[in-house]
């Protein structure tokens, strides 16, 4: 099987480690990583990556350069591999320098290919990569100069939705990107953690599942495995299935080794935090408290802080954005002096503010805004993240 796993702009390294942390050497490609693999990768690859967006299966490469050529190849596609009757087809094309331009046109004649083979396939409108769901198989085709990828999305709901964040606060933060963050620190889970600026909980919350090695599809009390595509996949194993996931239950600690805070100064955001790490099922791992940066403590000066701090978008005229950047910075000099240190930053005129030696670990995208990763420099060789635990 050829797979290959989505990963969020500017962070196909974090996916990388992550898939080499459980045993799958991957080729890091322009979106995401590609490898060889089977069923059992696939599976692992779903239930363990904290932050890629979703792993798809390749089901044909091809040239085409008219519809009649489009529809000989479309006729060949192993399309019984991922659809049934059961389940409605969803189509998402790209086309890009190529001869067959008109995205709608080449949706339909594949529709027209599923439909033969028995399932009811349709184009939406508009299919974003966070879209798919449980109850209709995503069909993801990209046209790149007359060359056809097909691919099967085998994660139904975009990976960073684990689904327990059904309370989001102003400006949340992605479950992957916080993943990523914690990744990119190189924080492991031995050190206590704070995330001061935690609004609807997702840093801390993240941090919890890494420290207690819980797969992210396990993000709730039960830690039943969240729906993925291909567990409708005609192919699919169930008794294998319940293995994994047993074998990824077997891996969880009792408790994180460490102490877990996240503080904000708004009462309404840590209401949030608090209902969505008790549906994560990491309500004893996390203290929570509502207090302004100024009022924070820390247990050690090795305490790591882990944050998304509020920006103005207009950051060069937001003086009460700049100080308040100047405050953080300060924070980590004189009280965490030894800690793992991360956060999100749209501009450098910020970072400045911070006055802390940090170095640019991604560039990536918040809320659709071109964000860069900041981690503490730690001398010129910096730390390899560490991923998941192997299954
Ligand atoms: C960008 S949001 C963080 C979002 C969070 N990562 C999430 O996933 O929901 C920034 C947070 O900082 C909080 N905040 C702003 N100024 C603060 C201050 N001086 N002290 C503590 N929290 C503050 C806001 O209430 C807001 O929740």
Same mark, same amino acid.
């Given at each position: ?76 596609? /192993? ?305 390899? /993240? ?6």
């Amino acid at each position: 099987m050829r797979l290959y796993a989505v990963a969020p702009p500017g962070l196909e390294r974090v996916v990388a480690a992550e898939l080499a942390a459980i045993g799958i050497a991957g080729a890091e490609v322009t979106g995401g990583i590609e490898w060889d693999g089977d069923l059992s990768g696939l599976r692992r690859a779903n239930l363990h990556l904290r932050c890629a967006t979703r792993v798809l299966l390749r089901l044909a490469a091809f040239r085409a350069r008219s519809f009649f050529e489009l529809e000989r190849h479309a006729g060949r596609v /192993p399309w019984e591999r991922v659809v049934s009757a059961e389940r409605p087809v969803a189509l998402r094309v790209t086309a890009k320098k190529s001869k067959l331009y008109h995205e709608g046109a080449i949706a339909e004649r594949l529709a027209a290919a599923i439909l033969k083979r028995g399932a009811a396939a349709f184009v939406p409108a508009h299919v974003d990569e966070d879209d798919g769901a449980a109850d209709l198989q995503l069909i993801v085709v990209r046209v790149l100069r007359d060359e056809f990828t097909i691919s099967a999305d085998s994660s139904g709901e975009a990976l960073h939705r684990r689904g327990y964040r059904q309370a989001i606060g102003k400006a949340p933060l992605r479950e992957s990107s916080a993943a990523a963050l914690l990744q990119l620190a190189g924080w492991t889970g031995e050190t206590p953690l704070l995330d001061p600026f935690c609004g609807s909980g997702t840093i801390p919350i993240e941090a919890a599942l890494r420290a207690r090695a819980i797969a992210p599809g396990l993000a709730n009390p039960g830690r039943t495995p969240r729906h993925f595509a291909f567990t409708a996949w005609p192919e699919h194993d169930a008794a294998r299935w319940r293995a994994a996931t047993a074998a990824a239950r077997a891996l969880i600690k009792e408790r994180a080794p460490a102490a877990i805070m996240g503080s904000d100064r708004d009462a309404g955001a840590i209401q949030l935090a608090r209902a969505n790490a008790a549906r994560a099922g990491v309500e004893a791992d996390i203290s929570w408290q509502r207090l302004a940066l100024s009022a924070a403590e820390v247990p050690t000066p090795n305490t790591a802080v882990i944050t998304n701090p509020p920006y103005g978008l207009r950051v060069s005229a937001n003086r009460d954005v700049r100080d308040l950047w100047a405050a953080l910075g300060r924070f980590v000099r004189e009280r965490v002096p030894e800690g793992d240190v991360a956060l999100l930053s749209p501009d450098p005129a910020l970072d400045r503010q911070l006055g802390v030696p940090l170095q640019v670990a991604a560039a990536t995208r918040n809320g659709g805004i071109p964000v860069r990763v900041l981690v503490r420099a730690r001398g010129p060789a910096a730390r390899v /993240p560490t991923g998941t635990p192997a299954a």
